[in-house]
């Protein structure tokens, strides 16, 4: 090519950049996910239009429960964000454990709160991606205390034992739960427990290593697996949750309500073969625990 053949690469292409667009919530762009309650993973789009919750069969997202009331709270969009507004429900509607007076704005993964069921907002680009995740998370997450499941449970102590048949270590079991749990939900209702079981799963994990796994295996029981710990070290450990939990305040609508546990501690020792025989040591000692009056450990 001569000197004076056009050439693409002699030209020069000016393009004029504006100011970036704003990226505002659309209709397409958000939707709830039952983390707790009936229906775990139902997925509930949202557009423009007011979503009521509540009971009634006329509301948009109905949840069949009697602590939501006929028409409870209200997702609104107001063509930049979403909010959740109260409709003078009976119980009240929550944002991220608060109570909300007047209309809340929602932010990407806000639980909100109505009755006994919890609801995550997922807003953004990859909605489709972040539904997913969400499934994937519940997979093994506790939908009320956010702490692992029992089929997480299940599968953690068993990969632990194989970790220590196979280096001839050790790790320890603790199994609690909350006394008396009956009577603080025949006493403060179960809305009440909800949130003494959801503040008690945020103070256990918040106060134990970063590799130990927090879990909750039943209505009011936690499990705790402590890997390369033994059973000394344990009881130590559970004796410190013993008097945390003891002195906490948990509570529910601005009421004091009265929380101890009771923890039975074992570790991974000869005979045992299975991760039966350690849960069934650990589980022992909680109702020997039980026995002596409760508030204790017994390992």
């Known amino acids: ?4 053949d056009p050439s693409p690469y002699n030209e020069t292409v000016v393009t004029v950049v504006g100011p970036p667009k704003l990226r505002t919530a659309g209709p ?8 707790y309650g009936d229906d775990i993973g139902r997925r509930i789009p949202l557009g423009r239009q007011p979503a009521v919750i509540g009971r009634s ?3 948009a997202v109905q949840l069949d429960h009697q602590s939501v009331s006929r028409a409870h709270c209200e997702i609104t969009f107001d063509g930049q964000s979403y909010g959740a507004v109260d409709l003078g429900s009976t119980n009240g509607t929550y944002v991220n454990d608060e109570i909300i007076k007047s ?3 929602l932010r990407d993964g806000d639980q909100i709160k109505t009755g006994r069921t919890i609801l995550k907002f997922i807003v953004g680009g990859n909605i489709e991606g972040q539904y997913h995740e969400e499934i994937y998370r519940l997979m093994t997450i506790d939908g009320l205390t956010q702490v692992r499941n029992k089929r997480y449970f299940d599968e953690a102590i068993e990969r632990e034992i194989s970790r220590c048949v196979r280096y001839n270590r050790t790790f320890s079991l603790i199994m609690f739960d909350i006394d008396h749990f009956k009577r603080i939900n025949d006493k403060f209702g179960h809305l009440a427990g909800d949130a003494v079981l ?6 256990v994990k918040g106060h134990v290593r970063r590799d130990d796994v927090v879990c909750r295996v039943g209505g009011e029981e ?3 697996i402590l890997p390369e710990i033994d059973v000394k070290g344990a009881v130590g450990v559970a004796t410190k949750l013993n008097k945390l939990i003891s002195k906490t305040k948990f509570s529910f609508d601005d009421t004091v309500i009265p929380t101890t546990i009771s923890l039975g501690v074992a570790d991974w020792r000869e005979p045992f073969k299975t991760a039966e025989d350690i849960k069934k040591r650990a589980d022992d000692k909680l109702y020997e625990a039980k026995g002596a009056g409760r508030n204790r450990v017994k390992s």
């Open 198 to 203: 959801r503040q008690l799963g945020t103070l």
């Open 57 to 59: 069969s006329r509301c």
């Open 222 to 224: 936690f499990a705790i």
């Open 103 to 105: 209309r809340h704005q």
């Open 28 to 35: 397409s762009d958000a939707c709830l996910v039952v983390i």
């Open 1 to 4: 090519m001569s000197d004076s």
